[in-house]
Structure formats: C-alpha cells, structure tokens
C-alpha cells in the first residue's frame, strides 16, 4: 500500500462514487480523516453512510428537501434528521463531522450550532 498524505484525505466528489466516499472515510478513519471545503472552511468527515433515494425520502419525513444530480450538493440539513449530501450515483449521510478548529462530533450535535443550507456545495 502506498504512504497516506493529505492529498489523498480530500473528498474528491465529481470523481468519486458514494461507496468509494465511504471507504475512503472508513479507510482513513482514525489515522488522517477525510475533508472537503464548505463555504471555504476546512470539514472533516469522520463515519459516513450511502442512502439511496428511496431511504433520503424516508429518514426526510416531512421535512423539505432539494433533488440535485451535482455532487457535493447539501441535499438536506437538519439538526434532527441529519446531513446528506448528493455524490455521483447515490447519496451520503454523514453521521461523524468534525468542523474547522472544533472537536470530532456526531452529526445532530454539530448541526445545532453550526448552520447548514440545503443546496450549499462542499467542495
């Protein structure tokens, strides 16, 4: 296997497909932890999870949410159901994030005090 660098830490997500997002989350978890960039702040990604459709509309209830095919889109961010972002076959439910000079937390916890728009990208 070749030497881990923060290179290979960044979530590349128009190149990537949802199960290669989770296994390279998975796989750099808890050594380095993957990031990407929102609204140009640094966001690690620490335990993620692939949704199909059907499931988003499901965990979703009643809550309000956006359909886009471009990846690293917000679908829906809510405190009490979670972040999932749109990758390039299916979707990604974030479970453990970790935001810019802050403490690795579960999702709900980090979506209370920081906050998140649907259609926002993550870069």
């Known amino acids: 296997?070749?030497?881990l660098s923060k290179e290979m830490a960044k979530i590349e997500w128009n190149e990537k497909t949802a199960q290669e997002i989770k296994n390279l989350v998975r796989g750099l978890n808890p050594?380095?932890?993957t990031?990407?960039?929102l609204n140009g702040k640094k966001v690690k990604l620490w335990r993620v999870?692939?949704?199909s459709n059907d499931e988003l509309k499901e965990k979703a209830g009643n809550n309000e949410y956006i359909q886009e095919d471009k990846p690293g889109t917000v679908l829906l961010a809510h405190e009490k159901v979670g972040l999932f972002i749109q990758a390039n076959d299916?979707?990604?439910s974030v479970i453990e994030i970790q935001g810019e000079n802050a403490k690795r937390m579960n999702?709900?916890?980090f979506l209370r005090g920081n906050k998140i728009q649907n259609g926002e990208i993550f870069e």
Do not use: E, K, R
């Open 1 to 3: 296997a070749p030497m």
């Open 31 to 33: 050594i380095l932890g």
């Open 35 to 37: 990031y990407s960039f």
């Open 49 to 51: 999870q692939v949704l």
């Open 90 to 92: 299916a979707i990604i």
């Open 107 to 109: 999702i709900q916890d």
